[in-house]
């Protein structure tokens, strides 16, 4: 059963430390999608790539945020510095067919203190 | 900016046909309508997708009028398992933004 992984599942780290996130996309999909959800603002996009080559990011914070896809197995979300405001859980997604069908990961819970 | 809206909360008993209804007046021409279920502690998981009329799987019906302003998300005969969080994602162009979420609660 193909799955989306996601590591660190759960992460907790001081104001102004970094942060990478990891994804593994289900083999043979081409697209990959990161999400921020929180209970405030919902499930929000941010950034999405396809064929490794990234589509949208204008959900992403630019000034600390970076989304990077270093190969097809692999796609990273950064943040750099980390700030409280980013305590959230963090999925990533990916698709074959188009936007619409995406296989979500389990999450990367992150809490900034 | 495409926007969706959708209720906050219903509730419902086992057995019984649950409807969900999703307003999303902007989508943009080509794309099509998608619904997600979420369970506590777990990413979204897709459950049907449509461009008009209706479409049905295994697990659900998607309803769409034409003018295509709205969906339906239809779940018959619920049980207690289908207690989740149900998102419509409706783009508008390179806009993905999903609805706020309708908590769906099933009694027994």
């Known amino acids: 059963d193909a799955r989306v992984t996601q590591t660190p599942r759960h992460k907790v780290t001081e104001m102004g430390q970094e942060v990478t996130m990891r994804c593994q996309p289900i083999?043979?999909?081409?697209?990959v999608f990161w999400y921020r959800q929180t209970m405030m603002q919902g499930l929000e996009l941010l950034a999405y790539?396809?064929?490794?080559?990234?589509?949208?990011d204008s959900g992403m914070p630019k000034d600390r945020f970076s989304a990077e896809m270093p190969d097809a197995t692999l796609a990273t979300l950064k943040i750099q510095p980390s700030e409280p405001r980013d305590s959230a859980v963090y999925f990533c997604?990916?698709?074959?067919?188009?936007?619409?069908?995406?296989?979500f990961g389990p999450g990367t819970r992150l809490t900034v203190t | 900016l495409a926007k969706t809206t959708q209720p906050i909360s219903m509730d419902s008993y086992e057995g019984q046909e649950v409807n969900i209804t999703c307003s999303h007046n902007?989508?943009?021409?080509?794309?099509?309508i998608t619904w997600y279920q979420q369970f506590p502690s777990q990413g979204p998981r897709f459950i049907i997708q449509?461009?008009?009329t209706k479409v049905t799987n295994e697990v659900a019906s998607l309803f769409i009028p034409a003018d295509r302003k709205s969906s339906t998300l239809s779940l018959p005969r619920v049980s207690l398992s289908d207690t989740a969080v149900y998102y419509c994602?409706?783009?508008?162009?390179?806009?993905?933004?999903f609805g706020s979420g309708t908590r769906l609660q099933v009694q027994p």
């Open positions: 997604a990916s698709g074959s067919k188009d936007r619409y069908e995406q296989y």
């Open positions: 083999l043979g999909h081409n697209t």
């Open positions: 790539f396809r064929n490794r080559a990234p589509l949208d």
């Open positions: 902007n989508i943009a021409t080509n794309d099509y």
């Open positions: 449509g461009y008009k």
């Open positions: 994602l409706a783009p508008r162009g390179r806009a993905l933004t």
